[in-house]
């Protein structure tokens, strides 16, 4: 007959068979750790509370219709160009472009225009000055948009729309069929935007100053 074991060492190996049968879970198993708590990587698992969503769409500024607010950074103005505002004289006006500006027209003459040294067409970009003040700014390109959006070779009605209860509108001086279409600042300043429109209804040319000189359909002559 065989001795019988003792109670302690029967107690000793229930305890080795159950731990055996533990060790994967303790091990860090993801059969059953991950379970409980989510992986890093699953593409289920929801986002940390201090981070949104991957797919959240970024916000965006509301649209404006504020005539004095352009798509171009703010360099055209009802009140000037960039940081020259009317009424600055030639060599304050200078200094605040800070480039080269040539001289168009007769030297000396009180209504004179200045261009930056990259024009070569006076009538596509230019500045006003009379009496040494700094009145207006032409455009004839559609490069540069208006102060509101307006551009050249937009339709009237498109300016009549995109301008809406700001626009006067009047027959052009010398181009039967043609129009001039003179906005009103937003904001209540002084400055007036003038399209001008040819017979086919388009606008060819725009300017933004002050009166009288924003006025003048002659430009300088």
Known sequence: ?????????????????CQADRAPADAGDPATAGSAV??????????????????????????????????DLGLVRMDGYGD???????DEARQAWGGELKDVGAEGA???YLTPKWVDIPSDFA?????????????????EIAPGGG????????ILSLYAGRVTEAPHKYVEGGK???VDDSNGGEGKLVFETGKDGRVTSWRV?????VDYVEGCS
């Open 1 to 17: 007959m065989k001795p019988m074991m003792p109670a302690i060492a029967l107690l000793a190996l229930a305890l080795a068979a």
């Open 110 to 112: 009180a209504c004179h």
């Open 180 to 182: 001039s279409l003179r």
């Open 84 to 90: 020259m505002r009317f009424g600055m004289g030639t």
């Open 127 to 143: 500045f006003m000055f009379e009496n040494g003040k700094f009145v207006r700014y032409d455009v004839g390109t559609g490069r």
């Open 38 to 71: 989510p992986m890093a990587d699953d593409p289920a698992a929801p986002p940390p509370l201090d981070q949104p969503p991957q797919d959240v769409p970024p916000a965006t500024a509301p649209a404006s219709g504020d005539v004095n607010r352009a798509p």
């Open 209 to 213: 100053g002050v009166p009288p000189q």
């Open 151 to 158: 551009k050249v070779g937009m339709g009237a009605d498109e």
